[in-house]
């Protein structure tokens, strides 16, 4: 088939790669338009547009999907389908009318469980024991179009958002492929999202990645893990930011006999740093103050200053 392909991030790459590769035929791609990044704020196109470029393929960043000169130009391109992965924006259906084949999205959940744009953070940290990757025909509604194919993926205990998604990248794009093969030859036919279980996956912002140490331990874990490494957890320690790593639960015998630690309240060894949690206290990992690198965090409290009978305390 004749393909128009829609991404932006890295996770998005690897799905233009193996539709690349495929026997299908990439002529074009639409993704968001350069934007800031880095410490010099300097525009910089998307991962995806970078290998475009690099592909020789026409490369479309409208501002808006309903912009006329884009649509102008995405019918004269003429499409048979126009496959999507993180794309990042909203589909109007004057463009899911073009191709005939329609849009084919490849999402990282078993819809129609989280629905949106971060499925894979809200299963971690959610606490869900299995997620994957659904390919599915985009409709008006958020996420709710008829699925062609669907993997399941096994959570680990210490898997971060960027652990399963590269994962669940890798697995996605073979779907992807096997998905618009289905659709070409007719063998694969989109059957309607069942009405039951569904949830959705809001958008994690920074503040929604800041550590409540009243928590327990179990969704402290699950907080730092779903948000690493974007947006990034963090907690205040004095009048600074301090960025997280994920944790581990700290051994029944780490503390050694002493009283038990409140949420956010520090215990500093020589070999790691435990942090008190609503439950059980939880042994830090990479720490990164302001302004530095990520360091261990029994590194970071090496430096640590404890004039007094109180405990350092994060807030």
Not at 102 to 114: D, I, K, M, T, Y
Not at 237 to 262: H, M, N, Q, S
Request: glycine share 10%.
């Amino acid at each position: 088939m004749r393909l128009v392909f829609a991404g932006t991030p890295d996770p998005a790459v690897v799905a233009l790669e193996a539709l690349l590769a495929s026997r299908h035929e990439v002529v074009a791609v639409v993704t968001r338009p350069d934007a800031p990044a880095g410490r010099g704020r300097h525009l910089e196109a998307s991962p995806v547009a970078e290998l475009a470029a690099a592909a020789g393929l026409e490369v479309l960043k409208p501002v808006k999907v309903r912009d006329p000169e884009f649509l102008d130009r995405l019918r004269a391109i003429n499409p048979d389908c126009c496959p999507v992965t993180a794309y990042g924006a909203l589909l109007p259906q004057v463009a899911l009318d073009i191709p005939a084949a329609g849009w084919v999205n490849l999402h990282f959940s078993v819809l129609p469980a989280w629905r949106g744009a971060a499925p894979v953070q809200h299963a971690l940290l959610h606490g869900d024991d299995v997620t994957g990757a659904t390919t599915f025909r985009i409709v008006k509604e958020l996420d709710a179009g008829p699925v062609f194919g669907v993997l399941t993926e096994p959570v680990g205990p210490r898997d971060t958002a960027g652990d399963l998604l590269a994962r669940l990248a890798v697995s996605g794009a073979r779907l992807l492929v096997d998905t618009l093969d289905g659709i070409e030859s007719g063998e694969v036919r989109a059957v309607p999202q069942p009405d039951e279980g569904i949830s959705y996956a809001p958008k994690i912002n920074p503040e929604d990645a800041r550590v409540d140490w009243g928590l327990p331990a179990a969704a402290i874990d699950r907080l730092i893990r779903g948000c690493t490494p974007e947006p990034g957890a963090w907690t205040e320690f004095g009048d600074t930011r301090l960025k997280l790593g994920p944790v581990e639960l700290a051994p029944p015998a780490a503390l050694d006999g002493g009283r038990p630690l409140a949420p956010g309240e520090l215990l500093v060894g020589r070999r790691s740093v435990l942090a008190g949690t609503g439950t059980e206290p939880v042994q830090l990992g990479l720490v990164q103050p302001p302004g530095k690198r990520p360091m261990a965090a029994a590194d970071w409290g090496r430096g640590l200053h404890q004039p007094g009978p109180d405990l350092p305390r994060l807030g």
